[in-house]
């Protein structure tokens, strides 16, 4: 079965310090999602994106963070910043269309990302 | 997109049936129903999709009323190995920029 793959599985990082999250989405899917999820709270949405650009994001998504599709393959998250509220289990998703069109989103396995 | 009410948690025993039910009272007629499983520390699976009736797969059934209003998952002969949270998500097919919005889901232990 085909999935996303995510790297690496734990990471951690000084506050203030850059970080970048990759991704391999699954190779015939046109969309790309970032998720977080802070321990024992819910799945919430960060951004997608589609054709290299962001699609949609949400207020979570600040000018701290950026997205990026660098090659044919990789879809990275940046923090430029990081913050100790920052610490969480990143979860990038893909899918052959759009959110509810029909096809589920394939998530992988998530990069935990602690901040000190 | 459409709010979901779901219980916060469940318990069931090994080997029995398990239904979750979710309202979304304020369902759109393009809305379609959705689930997905998180087991710990992994991302969310899909699970199942519907818009009406009953759909079925090899993971489990959904339900879905004539008013749409809610739709139960039914999960067979439940194992320990199913011990997870169950997110019901509703949205429409027909929308261009609808990302997937997860609720607190239903945290479903199941006992030896």
């Known amino acids: 079965e085909p999935e996303v793959t995510q790297t690496p599985s734990h990471q951690v990082t000084q506050m203030g310090q850059e970080v970048i999250l990759r991704c391999v989405p699954i190779s015939n899917h046109l969309y790309f999602y970032w998720y977080r999820q802070i321990l024992g709270q819910k799945v919430e949405f960060l951004v997608s994106f589609y054709n290299n650009e962001i699609s949609e994001k949400s207020e979570i998504f600040d000018d701290q963070f950026s997205v990026e599709r660098p090659d044919g393959s990789n879809f990275t998250l940046k923090i430029r910043s990081t913050k100790l509220e920052d610490s969480a289990m990143y979860f990038c998703?893909?899918?052959?269309?759009?959110?509810?069109?029909?096809?589920?989103?394939?998530f992988g396995q998530g990069t935990r990302l602690t901040v000190v | 997109l459409a709010k979901t009410t779901q219980p916060i948690s469940m318990d069931s025993y090994e080997g029995q049936e398990v239904n979750i039910t979710c309202s979304h009272n304020?369902?759109?007629?393009?809305?379609?129903i959705t689930w997905y499983q998180q087991f710990p520390s992994q991302g969310p699976r899909f699970i199942i999709q519907g818009y009406k009736t009953k759909v079925t797969n090899e993971v489990a059934s959904l339900f879905i009323p004539a008013d749409r209003k809610s739709s139960t998952l039914s999960l067979p002969r439940v194992s320990l190995s199913d011990t997870a949270v169950y997110y019901c998500l509703v949205g429409s097919r027909n929308s261009g920029n609808t990302p997937l919005v997860f609720g607190k889901g239903t945290r479903l232990s199941v006992i030896a």
């Open positions: 998703a893909s899918s052959e269309s759009q959110g509810f069109r029909g096809t589920e989103a394939f």
């Open positions: 304020n369902i759109a007629t393009n809305d379609y």
